[in-house]
């Protein structure tokens, strides 16, 4: 068991965009940061990195939407370090993009049910197999900080049409979040949504309108949550923003 003092944080999807920026910070903030991805060889090139900039990051492989993956990288943090003190959510896809032809939005009614069906088992399943995982650990210690990566677009109060892989998987999140939450109310463990807005990554494309400290920003935040922070809240900007 790894011997170090600092908080051990858990980052989903994390080779590139949001995710690898929310490693840069938490590591600049004094984290011990496992960064995955489900891509071995680009989780290694990065985490080196951010290594070479002295910075306290470790690489090991996950992918979410493999049962068998999460036992092993919880195995691998209850013998390396014997917990995990921060999970961030962050993997996840948004399937439903436009045609070739440059069609709209797929619409609900033309959705293909397996588009749905893949949307949450990345971004819904993988979180709830990593809360499963990780949560007894939290509870061990009495300290855990959860993050769930969501979007405006699984918002029930402004829910339009179009994407509804996506949107609903969002949805989805969402519940996870409340529902984790209230299971944990009797220990330190704070558990909350974000919106990261809408920012230049690959998903995001190049016409967004954020930068990726921007996104990033406040997912750090909630990680490093004080024992008396919010739980079970869904925050963009760090501040409340409507379920």
Request: charged share 25%; proline share 4%; aromatic share 8%.
């Amino acid at each position: 068991m790894s011997s170090t003092d600092k908080k051990i944080v858990v980052v989903t999807g994390a080779n590139r965009g949001i995710g690898f920026e929310i490693c840069k910070q938490l590591a600049k903030n004094g984290l011990q940061v496992i960064l995955t991805s489900r891509d071995e060889q680009k989780g290694f090139v990065v985490c080196k990195q951010l290594q070479d900039e002295g910075l306290s990051v470790q690489f090991h492989q996950l992918d979410v939407s493999d049962s068998g993956s999460i036992n092993r990288i919880r195995e691998f943090i209850e013998g390396e370090y014997g917990c995990c003190d921060v999970l961030i959510n962050n993997a996840g896809i948004f399937p439903d993009s436009v045609d070739a032809s440059g069609n709209d939005w797929p619409s609900v009614f033309d959705a293909p049910i397996e588009m749905v069906r893949t949307a949450m088992e990345i971004n819904v399943y993988g979180p709830l197999l990593l809360c499963q995982a990780f949560v007894p650990l939290m509870k061990k210690h009495n300290y855990g900080r959860i993050v769930n990566l969501s979007s405006g677009m699984g918002q029930l109060t402004h829910m339009g049409g179009k994407c509804p892989a996506y949107r609903i998987s969002k949805t989805s999140i969402n519940a996870l979040t409340r529902i984790v939450s209230e299971e944990t109310l009797e220990q330190n463990i704070l558990v909350n949504s974000m919106c990261p807005g809408w920012v230049k990554t690959d998903m995001g494309g190049s016409g967004a309108i954020r930068e990726l400290p921007e996104g990033a920003d406040t997912a750090v935040w909630l990680a490093m949550l004080p024992d008396d922070g919010p739980r079970g809240k869904f925050f963009r900007d760090r501040k409340e923003f409507e379920w």
